[in-house]
């Protein structure tokens, strides 16, 4: 069920995402070689607890961090561990964090000392494949005006689609209705109404958009290992368009 949130739980919301994007700038300057992703999720439990919220990831559905580190092939999902990065290697770090029982959620794809063209197209194209998204967000627009703004960039400029991962309401739960796919056609789906709170996050590969999942059954990686990108707002329909919860 789809749900309209009011003033009072926007506002929890706003101060949910606040903490999620202060905890993605406050990590950026440790995103080094060297550095492990496990002390990477380290720097951002303290960080949010020091917040007064909780980690929304760890525990759920038995997920063992705070973070997903999903780095160049990996799509979502990558756990931490003592993989130290390398010059080289672009990581998606997906933060969600819990404040007074609402939730704010937001990845981004960082690079890491010097990367290749490849991947700084990926980058570049995915995150503007957001903003594309973001565009359509606004009272009386359809979900399917969201998934198709993203298709048609993504596809404009040869990316691939993930489509078994979309994104989501976001409230009281981490992931609530309706999905938010990456594909799809305009004017059809849930229509958009101002108090709606939604996370549009696009997947996007450098290769064909066919996808596998690891033995953890957690990390899901490219089947091509051709590198991914991901980028992901929570964001409010608001009365003429919306306003990003999670701002960096």
């Known amino acids: 069920m789809i749900t309209i949130k009011s003033e009072e739980e926007i506002e929890l919301l706003r101060k949910a995402g606040e903490i999620v994007g202060e905890t993605h700038h406050y990590l950026e300057k440790f995103i080094k070689p060297g550095i492990t992703t496990k002390e990477l999720d380290k720097l951002a439990y303290d960080f949010i607890i020091s917040k007064g919220a909780t980690p929304s990831c760890l525990g759920y559905e038995g997920f063992p961090a705070t973070l997903c580190t999903s780095i160049n092939d990996e799509v979502v999902h990558g756990i931490p561990s003592n993989r130290k990065l390398k010059n080289g290697d672009i990581i998606t770090l997906d933060i969600v964090a819990c404040y007074k029982g609402y939730h704010g959620d937001s990845a981004w794809t960082y690079s890491v000392g010097t990367i290749d063209d490849k991947k700084k197209y990926m980058m570049e194209h995915t995150e503007k494949a957001l903003f594309e998204g973001l565009k359509m967000v606004k009272p009386g627009n359809r979900i399917g005006d969201i998934s198709h703004a993203i298709e048609e ?73 051709e590198p991914s990108a991901h980028y992901e707002h929570t964001v409010a329909v608001t009365k003429d368009g919306y306003e990003i919860l999670t701002k960096r």
């Open 153 to 225: 960039y993504a596809t404009k400029h040869h990316m691939g689609v993930v489509r078994e991962l979309v994104g989501h309401g976001v409230g009281t739960d981490m992931h609530e209705d309706p999905d938010v796919p990456n594909f799809g056609k305009a004017g059809t789906g849930p229509l958009l109404k101002e108090g709606m709170v939604i996370a549009v996050e696009p997947m996007l590969t450098y290769g064909k958009r066919n996808i596998c999942i690891l033995d953890d059954d957690w990390t899901i990686v490219t089947a091509d290992g």
